[in-house]
């Protein structure tokens, strides 16, 4: 069973959408990781944040570390944000959940 | 382009060969992480080394799979008389301190196939 559950899985949506991620995880962690996968495999961070909310342009993170619970959001979305997110609560390593399949149509 | 850079970025090899692949973190930072990634899945923790010392393995690495960072910069993975199982991107990650707090930068990825 992983013990990182991201929804959804697959996410379609037309430009200028408001988009949210979801992670649910059930270790104890220190702090939690979003990252962007493009096609091709490069990963990118996006967030490292241990509690509260950070903005970075359109993203923005949250997590309540109480609740085990972590949200993506991407406001005005563009098709430039197609991508896999990936959510990845930090133990000792890192446990990654199985990612999100975001695209964004014109 | 992270900084942390990883080769080859491909490498086909048959069954029973041995591979070895090298990836060179962002030169201060150290911690490196390896991790797997199969078609599909999210990245899989194998590995982690703070400076020269390797300081957790995962089940996921079995005795066929050795890494080492003899100078506490770059690192290496090698697989031995790999499988097909093996196939998968290979991912190196490095971050500053020693803080599991800090942000990890990922490399490019080296892509196995092993047929």
């Known amino acids: 069973k992983n013990e990182v559950e991201q929804s959804p899985q697959n996410l379609t949506a037309q430009e200028g959408e408001f988009i949210t991620i979801n992670c649910s995880y059930s270790v104890g962690i220190s702090a939690l990781h979003w990252l962007q996968q493009h096609p091709g495999g490069g990963i990118v961070s996006l967030f490292m944040?241990?509690?509260g909310k950070k903005k970075h342009g359109r993203l923005i993170a949250t997590i309540n570390i109480q609740e085990k619970h972590s949200s993506l959001h991407i406001t005005a979305s563009h098709p430039r944000d197609s991508a896999v997110y990936i959510c990845a609560p930090r133990g000792d390593g890192l446990t990654f959940g199985k990612g999100t399949h975001l695209i964004i149509q014109p | 382009d992270t900084g942390v850079s990883q080769n080859p970025r491909h490498k086909i090899t048959k069954r029973g060969q041995n591979v070895t692949f090298r990836c060179d973190p962002i030169s201060e930072h150290n911690r490196l992480y390896w991790y797997r990634q199969t078609l599909g899945q999210g990245p899989e923790f194998l590995t982690y080394f703070q400076n020269e010392a390797q300081l957790e393995k995962s089940r996921l690495l079995s005795d066929r799979f050795s890494a080492e960072r003899p100078k506490g910069s770059f690192s290496t993975l090698e697989i031995q008389r790999t499988e097909q199982g093996d196939s998968a991107m290979y991912l190196c990650?490095?971050?500053?301190?020693?803080?599991?707090?800090?942000?990890?930068?990922f490399g490019p990825g080296t892509r196995l196939t092993v047929l």
């Open positions: 990650a490095s971050s500053l301190g020693a803080d599991s707090t800090d942000t990890q930068y």
């Open positions: 944040l241990s509690s």
